[in-house]
T-cell receptor, first 114, second 113 residues
Framework: ELKVEQNPLFLSMQEGKNYTIYCNYS?????LYWYRQDPGKSLESLFV?????AVKQEGRLMASLDTKARLSTLHITAAVHDLSATYFC??????????????FGTGTRLTIIP | NAGVTQTPKFQVLKTGQSMTLQCAQD?????MSWYRQDPGMGLRLIHY???????DQGEVPNGYNVSRSTTEDFPLRLLSAAPSQTSVYFC????????????FGEGSWLTVV
């Protein structure tokens, strides 16, 4: 059974600081998704990581994937208040591109304080 | 272009009642899925479909039925609502292909009393 763990679960950080959210998964997978969710809202796609060593950046967020370590990181640079949200990673099992059985992590609730 | 549309947005049901959550997408996406999100948790897959006429079970399928008669629509039926089905339900769709983004609907808040 695929398990996806995120840490930390809660993160409070000051504006301007850097931090990293970690996503570990338990079995082989060929891709990983990162999503953002604001309170009471739907999920917004941030990144799709498709291969070992993949790195993607958008603004102050950068995501990377190490399939050998079964680890993805979401790095936040010089945090601003607008980044306050809950961040989820999600992983499909195995190496079948058609497999839709995503397993989500429990989320990291990020709060940026002035 | 409306994207993924879910109705209703809010619903209160009594235990034992049945209802259907509607999901429609106008992006011609072959893949569609239903998830539920419980407080403080990530999403869990209920059922999914890789095309019209094809459905399969996800992680938590018990108590739910789906059908996919058209590419656009993927309704989720609660057969006999239970308080344990109180949750937020999200419908999602995407085009086949590993790198393609999954688009989520706005969610349906369901309370079973």
């Amino acid at each position: 059974e695929l398990k996806v763990e995120q840490n930390p679960l809660f993160l409070s950080m000051q504006e301007g600081k850097n931090y990293t959210i970690y996503c570990n998964y338990s079995t082989t997978s060929d891709r990983l998704y990162w999503y953002r969710q604001d309170p009471g809202k739907s999920l917004e796609s941030l990144f799709v990581l498709l291969s070992n060593g993949a790195v993607k950046q958008e603004g102050r967020l950068m995501a990377s994937l190490d399939t050998k370590a079964r680890l993805s990181t979401l790095h936040i640079t010089a945090a601003v208040h607008d980044l306050s949200a809950t961040y989820f990673c999600a992983v499909p099992p195995g190496q079948n591109f058609g497999n839709e059985k995503l397993t989500f992590g429990t989320g990291t609730r990020l709060t940026i304080i002035p | 272009n409306a994207g993924v549309t879910q109705t209703p947005k809010f619903q209160v049901l009594k235990t034992g009642q049945s209802m259907t959550l509607q999901c429609a997408q106008d992006m011609n996406h072959e893949y569609m899925s239903w998830y539920r999100q419980d407080p403080g948790m990530g999403l869990r897959l209920i059922h999914y479909s890789v095309g019209a006429g094809i459905t399969d079970q996800g992680e938590v399928p018990n108590g739910y039925n789906v059908s996919r008669s058209t590419t656009e629509d993927f309704p989720l039926r609660l057969l006999s609502a239970a308080p344990s089905q109180t949750s937020v339900y999200f419908c999602a769709s995407r085009i086949p292909g590993a790198g393609n983004t999954i688009y989520f609907g706005e969610g349906s808040w369901l309370t079973v009393v």
